[in-house]
């Protein structure tokens, strides 16, 4: 396994429409555990493969919502391919979203609260859920990234902006 490096803005590959996942192989499941591990080493709970450089509707999400005796996260890891949303709800829900492509930046997003998901796993099994709460906003954020969206593209100009202008400022003191 390793960990691979993250494509950031303004890097033109995040603006790629990804391609289907054809051959679920040995291939795809070493390249998932990679995803995953680099999804860990960033501390992010959900990490699309074009955000490492590789255009195929393959992602990964661990809310990491579960917490040991010790206080530590527990680890519980899935993989989606060729994911897709059959409906979505018309309530909306709110979230404050980052991005490892768009580092330390926050931004309130409003989203469907729910979604039904049809996607495979990376045993070539199908599957099919309705998902809501951080799930269901997770899930719509990462799918955005397989068709080349960014969670900047669901804000006001003015706020994108700013939250441009602030990532530019962070780059610059680093
Ligand atoms: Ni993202």
């Known amino acids: 396994m390793a960990v691979l490096p993250i494509v950031e803005v303004p890097d033109p590959r995040l603006r ?3 391609g289907p996942v054809d051959a679920i192989d040995a291939a795809t499941r070493a390249f998932v555990a990679d995803l995953i591990e680099t999804m860990y080493a960033a501390k992010g709970i959900g ?3 074009i ?3 590789v255009d195929r509707r393959i992602l990964v999400i661990d809310l990491q919502a579960e917490e040991d005796a010790e206080g530590k996260p527990v680890r519980d890891p899935h993989a989606y391919l060729n994911p897709e949303i059959l409906s979505v709800s018309d309530e909306l829900s709110v979230y404050n979203e980052g991005c490892l492509s768009i580092p330390e930046q926050y931004a309130e997003v409003a989203r469907p609260a ?3 998901v049809r996607w495979q796993d990376e045993q070539g099994g199908d599957h099919e859920e309705d998902m809501d709460g951080l799930l269901a906003t997770c899930m719509q954020h990462e799918i955005d990234h397989l068709n080349g969206v960014l969670f900047t ?3 006001s100009r003015l706020k994108r902006d700013m939250v441009m202008k602030k990532l530019t400022k962070m780059r610059k003191m680093a």
Request: glycine share 6%.
């Open 16 to 18: 790629l429409v990804s």
């Open 47 to 49: 990490l699309a493969a």
């Open 51 to 53: 955000q490492v450089g």
């Open 114 to 116: 729910s979604c039904r």
């Open 153 to 155: 593209d669901h804000l």
